[in-house]
C-alpha cells in the first residue's frame, strides 16, 4: 500500500497513528538537527518532522530531497509544538521513521507555490506542474462540481446525455469550421462540430424528448482575448416546449448552481428584450450590477447651434452619480478612452451638474445654464454628478457608449465580483445584414423560428431587419453564459429560411438535407440552448479568464505551447491523405 492517509487528511485525532504518506516535496527546512518537510497532494500538506532522536541516516535522507521529489514517509502522528491554524493539518505532524523515494525531480522551472513566480507562458509550457499549484487544482475541482451539480439536476429532469459524433459534415453558417482530412475517402474531410446542433435536433425528432451533453466544440475564429478554439458547452434541446418551458428549465438550473456553488437565492431572473437591452445598455449582454442606463437626448440638445449634436442621428449619455468633481485630467482621460481605435467614437461631451447647483460643461458655448438643466433633468441627475455624452450614427454610439459605461463602472467600483446579476434577453433579431457579403445571415443559427406575430415579414424582404426571433441568451454580469432558441420544425417555414439566407433549394438540400429529411418524418415542437460551460465555470470561481478553468488550454494565438500544436504533419501522412500544401 503506497498510503494509508492522503496529505490532507490527518488531524489531532490522529495522533498516535503509525500511517504512511505519500507525496511531492514541497519545501525542506533544515535547522540543524531539526529538519521539516512540506509534504504535498491534491488534498492538501502534511508537515514531515525529524528530530535528534531520529536516525541520522534518515535525516541525511531528507536533506537530499529537493522540490518536487515524489517520496513516501511512513511514521507516527504526533501533536505540532507550534500549531497552523491556517492549515487544515496544522495541529499535527509525522514523524518519520522511514523514507522510501519514489521518484527524483529535476529543479521545476517556476515555483509551485500559490503565488508563483512563474510567468504565463512558462507556467503553460509546464501546465502539468501549474496544475500542481492550489489556486489551477482548485479551478479544475471546481469545474468537476458544476459538471456533476449540472448531470444530478438535468438527469432527475429527465434529460439523458447523449454523445453526438465528432467528426461531422462542414456546414458554411456561423464560424469557421476546424476540418479533418479522410485518408479513406481522398478529397474530402470531415469537420470538428461547432456545436452539436443539427444532431441535437435529430434526437428530438428521434423522440429522446430531452437531451443534454457536456460536450466540446470546436471553432476557427480569430482568436480574442479569452476565447478558445475548444471549448465545452451544456448542450440542450426539449421536445414539446414553448419558450417559456426552455427559460424556467435552464433557470431553474442556473439558480440550482447558485445556491449549490455561492450559496446564493434568486428571485425571478429579469427579462429585457434585444431592443432595449441596445437601446438602454448598447450591448446585448449588459451588466446589469449596476444602473447608468442610457438617456437618449435628440429632443432637448438639437438646434441650438452645436453642429456636432444638430446632424447626429443619436445624442446619447449616461449619468454618473457623484462624480461632477471629476478632474480635468480624469475627464481627458475618459476622452482618449472613447477615441481609442477600440472604441472608435469621435469625442465625448461632458456636463458637470456642481454641487453648488451650477453647470460646467464642454459645450458652454452653446447651452445655457437653462438649456443645461433642462439636459439634466432628462437625465434625472442631481448636483454632484456628471454627465458623459456622445453622438454619431445610432447603432455605433450606443455601442462606443456601452464601452464608456463599462469603464465607469469599473472606475467607480460598481462591477463587484462577488455580486451576480443574472438576465434573460429575449426577442432577439432573427437576421443580421452583412455589408461585406451583402446579404443576411441568421444571428442565432438558421433553424431559430421567427416569432409567430413577425413570421409574415419574411415574404417583404425590406422588412427582414424587423423580424424578431424566438431566440433567448442567458446573461450574467455583462456576459453571455448561454443562449438557444425555439426551431423551425416545419419544412416549408425552413425552406423560406433557407431561402432568405441565400441558398438555393439544390444548396440548401447539400448542406441540411438530413436535418431536412428527417424533418419530413414527424418532427415535433422543439426548442434548446447551450450554456458556455467555461465561462461558467470562470463567472463561478470569481476569474476573467476561461484559460484557467481548462485543464490544457491554447495560448492567444491558438497554440498548444506545452505539445507544440498545430505542427507541420510528415510528408508521408500528407501523401497519404493525398494533400499537396501550397502554402503563401
Ligand atoms: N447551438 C447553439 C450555440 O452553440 C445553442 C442552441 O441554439 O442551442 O450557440
Redesign the pocket.
Known amino acids: 500500500m503506497y498510503r494509508t492517509h492522503t496529505c490532507g487528511e490527518l488531524r489531532f485525532a490522529d495522533c498516535g497513528k503509525e500511517v504512511t504518506l505519500a507525496g511531492w516535496v514541497q519545501r525542506v527546512r533544515d535547522k540543524g538537527s531539526l529538519v521539516w518537510i512540506d509534504l504535498r497532494d491534491r488534498y492538501g500538506i502534511t508537515q514531515l518532522f525529524l528530530d535528534g532522536n531520529s536516525d541520522p541516516k534518515l535525516i541525511e535522507q531528507a536533506r537530499s530531497f529537493g522540490r518536487e521529489f515524489v517520496i513516501q514517509a511512513k511514521g507516527i502522528v504526533i501533536e505540532r509544538e507550534s500549531k497552523n491554524p491556517n492549515m487544515p493539518t496544522g495541529d499535527i505532524e509525522l514523524k518519520v521513521n522511514a523514507f522510501t523515494l519514489l521518484n527524483g525531480s529535476k529543479v521545476p522551472p517556476f515555483t509551485i507555490e500559490d503565488v508563483s513566480d512563474g510567468g504565463d507562458d512558462l507556467r503553460m509550457k509546464y501546465r502539468y506542474l501549474d496544475i500542481r499549484r492550489n489556486p489551477v487544482r482548485k479551478n479544475l475541482e471546481l469545474r468537476h462540481r458544476m459538471a456533476m451539480l449540472v448531470r444530478n439536476y438535468l438527469s432527475n429532469l429527465n434529460f439523458l446525455e447523449i454523445e453526438t459524433p465528432m467528426l461531422i459534415k462542414s456546414t458554411p453558417e456561423g464560424a469557421r469550421d476546424f476540418v479533418v482530412p479522410s485518408r479513406m475517402n481522398p478529397g474530402e474531410f470531415y469537420a470538428l462540430p ?2 452539436p ?1 443539427q444532431y441535437k435536433q435529430l434526437l428530438m425528432v428521434a423522440g429522446m424528448d430531452r437531451y443534454f451533453q457536456i460536450v466540446r ?1 470546436f471553432r476557427d475564429e480569430d482568436l480574442r482575448a479569452d476565447r478558445q478554439p475548444e471549448f465545452t ?1 451544456i ?3 426539449m421536445s414539446f416546449v414553448e419558450q417559456e418551458d426552455v427559460l424556467n428549465t435552464f433557470e431553474g438550473l442556473a439558480k440550482h448552481l447558485f445556491k449549490e456553488m455561492k450559496g446564493l437565492e434568486f428571485g425571478q431572473f429579469p427579462r429585457m428584450t434585444w431592443h432595449d437591452a441596445m437601446k438602454y445598455y448598447g450591448s446585448d449582454k449588459p451588466d446589469i450590477r449596476f444602473g447608468m442606463k442610457f438617456v437618449e437626448l435628440n429632443d432637448v440638445v438639437k438646434g441650438k447651434g452645436f453642429g456636432l449634436f444638430d446632424n447626429a442621428d443619436l445624442v446619447v449619455g449616461i449619468n454618473a452619480e457623484g462624480c461632477s468633481e471629476y478632474t480635468r485630467k480624469q475627464l481627458d482621460s475618459l476622452t482618449e478612452f472613447v477615441k481609442r481605435p477600440q472604441v472608435g467614437a469621435g469625442g465625448m461631451v461632458y456636463i458637470k451638474y456642481n454641487t453648488d447647483g451650477t453647470f460646467k460643461s464642454s459645450v458652454d458655448k452653446f447651452y445655457t445654464p437653462e438649456d443645461l438643466k433642462v439636459i439634466a433633468d432628462k437625465f434625472g441627475a442631481k448636483p454632484g454628478d456628471l454627465m458623459l455624452i456622445l453622438c454619431g450614427e445610432a447603432m455605433k454610439t450606443r455601442v462606443q457608449l456601452n464601452a464608456l459605461r463599462l469603464e465607469m463602472g469599473n472606475q467607480l467600483g460598481l462591477r463587484k465580483p462577488d455580486e451576480y446579476a443574472p438576465l434573460w434577453v429575449i426577442d432577439f433579431p432573427l437576421l443580421e445584414w452583412d455589408e461585406e457579403t451583402q446579404r443576411y445571415y441568421a444571428m ?2 438558421p433553424f431559430t423560428a421567427p416569432k409567430p406575430e413577425d413570421e409574415a415579414l419574411l415574404d417583404d424582404p425590406s422588412k427582414w431587419g424587423d423580424i424578431r426571433a424566438n431566440a433567448y441568451d442567458i446573461v450574467m454580469n455583462g456576459v453571455e453564459v448561454g ?3 425555439i426551431r423551425i420544425h416545419d419544412r416549408t417555414l425552413q425552406n423560406k429560411m433557407f431561402h432568405t439566407l441565400g441558398f438555393n433549394d439544390e444548396k440548401a438540400q447539400e448542406q441540411f438535407g438530413f436535418l431536412m429529411g428527417a424533418f419530413e418524418y414527424g418532427a415535433p415542437p422543439h426548442a ?3 450554456f458556455g460551460f467555461d465561462r461558467l465555470c470562470s463567472l463561478f470561481g470569481g476569474a476573467d479568464s476561461i484559460r484557467d478553468f481548462i485543464a490544457f488550454p491554447k495560448n492567444n494565438a491558438g497554440r498548444d505551447v506545452m505539445s507544440g500544436s498545430p505542427a507541420p504533419i510528415a510528408q508521408e501522412q500528407l501523401d497519404e491523405l493525398q494533400i499537396a500544401l501550397n502554402l503563401k
Open positions: 461547432q456545436s446542433q466544440c458547452q448542450d440542450c434541446e442565432h443559427h443562449g438557444g432558441s434548446g440552448l447551450a
